[in-house]
C-alpha cells in the first residue's frame, strides 16, 4: 500500500508533531511514520513524566516543612505507587490530547518503523519511507518533502550499560517501583542535577560525580556555584573532576553496587543501591536508511543549513538528530522552521542565542542568551546587574528566598546579553528575558517595564536596574 502526501515526518515528538501541525494549517496533506507512541521521548520518556515526579518531590518536601507556614501536619507519609500513577496520568492525559489534535488538523498516523529509501518504482529520487506495521505488514509512504525528527537516546558509558539490577538510565528511573535508600549519579548535566534534586526531596541518599570541574558546566559559573551551595546544604554529597574506573564495578555482599573513582583527593570507593547514568543523549540518526541517501552526518549527527535542510535539499531534519541544544521547545521551533520553508515561506533562522534553557529542580535554573565567561570570550566590555531573591517580598512570602537573577548586558551597545536565574519560579520567569532578546531590549528597557508587587518578576527588572546601579531593593 502506498500512501501519498506533501510532507512526511519521520517521527512524533515535539519537532515532528509541531512541524506537521504547522504544515497542515498551511494548506499540506501531511503524515507522520512514528514507530512508539506520538509525543515521543519528551511526553514518554522525559520532560513530562520527570516533571510529573519533581512535582510530586515538591509537594512532598513543602508538606514535611508546613509547620513553618503555620499548618500542622500530624503524620506525612510519601506513598510512591500513587507518584508513579499520577506521572502516568499526566501522560496519558497529554497523550490523549496530541491524538485529538491529530485528527483536528487531518493529520494521518502510520504507526510502524521507518526507514527512507532510495530511488525506487516509488520515487525517481531518495525520501521515500518504507514502514513495518506492527502487524508486519509494509506501507510506503512517498512525499515531496521530508522531515526527519527522530530524536536521540540516553547515552551509555562502556562499563556501566543498564543491566536490570542497579545500573539506570533515566529511562529506567522513571520506572522505578520503589525508592532506593541510596542513590549514585553519573554526570552532573540537566538530567543528573534534576534527578538529584528529586531524589534529595524523597528522602534517598544522593551522591553525583561529575567530570568536569563544575556541575552544569555549560551554565554560567555564578550559577553552578549556587546550584552546588544549596544541593549540598541539603545533603547532596557532590564529587567534581572525577573519573569512574568501570571496571571496578562489583556487587557487595549486602547487594550494594560498588565502584572506585579517582578524585583531586584520591581514590574513593561509591557504594549505593541504584546507580543513574546521565551524560547525556545520542542521535537516532542510525537504521533510519540514511545511507539510502546523500544525507550527510557530521559527528553523528545530521548535517542541515540554516533552513534545517540537509545535504538533500528536498529532505530536513529537526531536533535532537541535529544536535545542538537537545531542548523540545527548540525542536518544536525548528519544526516550524522546517514546514514554513517547505510551504514557500521565508522563516527567520534559528538562533541558539534566544533559547532559554531550564532545570527543574529545587531551586529552579533558567538562562537564556551569553554567560559572563562567553560575553568576554568575545571580546565583550560587560556589566553585570545581580538580585538576590532575598531582597524579594514575594519571595518571603513564599518562604523560597534562595538564589538569585543575574543580567549580563554589553557596556557599549547596552544590549541584555545573558540573563541567568536560580530561585523559584525561575523556569517561568525566564521567558520575559527571552522576549528581551528578541526584541534587543537594553536593561533600562527591562527596568522601565513595569512590574506588579509583591511578585518574583520583580527580581528581573531590579537586576536589569543594578546594571547601571539604580536598584530600588539593594
Known amino acids: ?33 512514528e514507530m512508539g507512541k506520538l509525543g515521543g521521548t519528551c511526553l514518554h520518556r522525559g520532560c513530562i513524566p520527570s516533571k510529573a515526579l519533581l512535582r510530586s518531590a515538591e509537594v512532598y518536601h513543602t508538606v514535611k516543612e508546613a509547620d513553618q507556614y503555620g499548618v500542622s501536619t500530624s503524620e506525612v507519609v510519601l506513598r510512591y505507587e500513587t507518584v508513579q500513577q499520577r ?46 506495521l506492527e502487524n508486519g505488514e509494509m506501507e510506503t509512504v512517498v512525499s515531496t518533502n521530508l522531515i526527519i525528527a527522530t530524536g536521540s537516546r540516553t547515552r551509555h558509558l562502556p562499563g556501566l550499560e543498564p543491566d536490570g539490577r542497579a545500573i539506570l538510565s533515566s529511562d529506567e528511573a522513571l520506572e522505578l517501583e520503589e525508592l532506593p535508600g541510596t542513590l549514585l549519579i553519573v554526570g552532573g548535566g540537566v538530567i543528573g542535577v534534576e534527578w538529584a534534586s ?33 544541593l549540598r546544604k541539603r545533603g547532596v554529597r557532590i564529587l567534581t573532576g572525577v573519573k569512574l574506573d568501570a571496571s571496578s564495578r562489583q556487587y557487595t555482599e549486602e547487594g550494594k553496587l560498588s565502584i572506585s573513582a579517582d578524585t583531586s583527593d584520591g581514590p574513593v570507593l561509591l557504594e549505593a543501591d541504584k546507580l543513574l547514568v546521565s551524560v547525556g543523549r545520542e542521535a537516532n540518526a542510525d537504521q533510519i536508511g540514511l545511507e539510502n541517501t546523500d544525507v550527510q552526518l557530521n559527528g553523528g549527527f545530521i548535517k542541515v543549513n540554516a533552513m534545517l535542510q540537509t545535504t538533500e535539499p528536498h529532505i530536513y531534519a529537526i531536533g535532537d538528530v541535529i544536535g545542538g541544544l537537545q531542548l523540545a521547545h527548540v525542536a518544536a ?61 514575594k519571595a518571603r512570602v513564599l518562604g523560597e528566598q534562595e538564589g538569585f537573577v543575574k543580567v549580563i548586558a554589553d557596556s557599549q551597545t547596552k544590549d541584555v546579553l545573558g540573563v541567568h536565574m536560580i530561585g523559584p ?50
Open 1 to 33: 500500500m502506498t500512501i501519498e502526501v506533501d510532507m512526511a515526518v519521520l517521527g512524533g515528538g515535539p519537532g515532528g508533531y509541531t512541524a506537521a501541525i504547522r504544515a497542515s494549517q498551511l494548506g499540506k496533506k501531511v503524515a507522520i511514520i
Open 87 to 132: 506521572k502516568r496520568q499526566t501522560v496519558d492525559g497529554l497523550y490523549s490530547g496530541l491524538q485529538y489534535l491529530m485528527r483536528k488538523h487531518g493529520i494521518e498516523v502510520v504507526q510502524g518503523k521507518g526507514r527512507i529509501i532510495g530511488p525506487s518504482i516509488f520515487s525517481p529520487r531518495s525520501g521515500a519511507v518504507a514502514v513495518e
Open 198 to 230: 528529586m531524589m534529595n526531596d524523597f528522602g534517598v541518599e544522593v551522591t553525583m560525580v561529575e567530570a568536569a570541574a563544575r556541575l552544569l558546566p555549560g551554565e554560567d559559573a555564578d550559577i553552578s556555584t549556587e546550584l552546588e551551595r544549596l
Open 333 to 393: 521551533h525548528e519544526g516550524i522552521i522546517a514546514a514554513e520553508h517547505v510551504c514557500g515561506l521565508k522563516p527567520a533562522a534559528f538562533s541558539a542565542t534566544l533559547v532559554p534553557r531550564c532545570v527543574y529542580s529545587r531551586p529552579e535554573i533558567a538562562s537564556v542568551g551569553l554567560t559572563e565567561h562567553e560575553a568576554r570570550q568575545q571580546g565583550r566590555n560587560v556589566r553585570i546587574g545581580k538580585i538576590p531573591f532575598s531582597a524579594l517580598g
Open 425 to 474: 519560579h525561575a523556569t517561568d520567569l525566564i521567558a520575559e528575558a527571552a522576549l528581551a532578546k528578541v526584541l534587543e531590549a537594553t536593561p533600562w528597557e527591562i527596568g522601565q517595564t513595569i512590574h506588579p508587587h509583591p511578585t518574583l518578576s520583580e527580581a528581573l527588572s531590579e537586576a536589569a536596574l543594578a546594571v547601571d546601579g539604580e536598584s530600588f531593593v539593594i
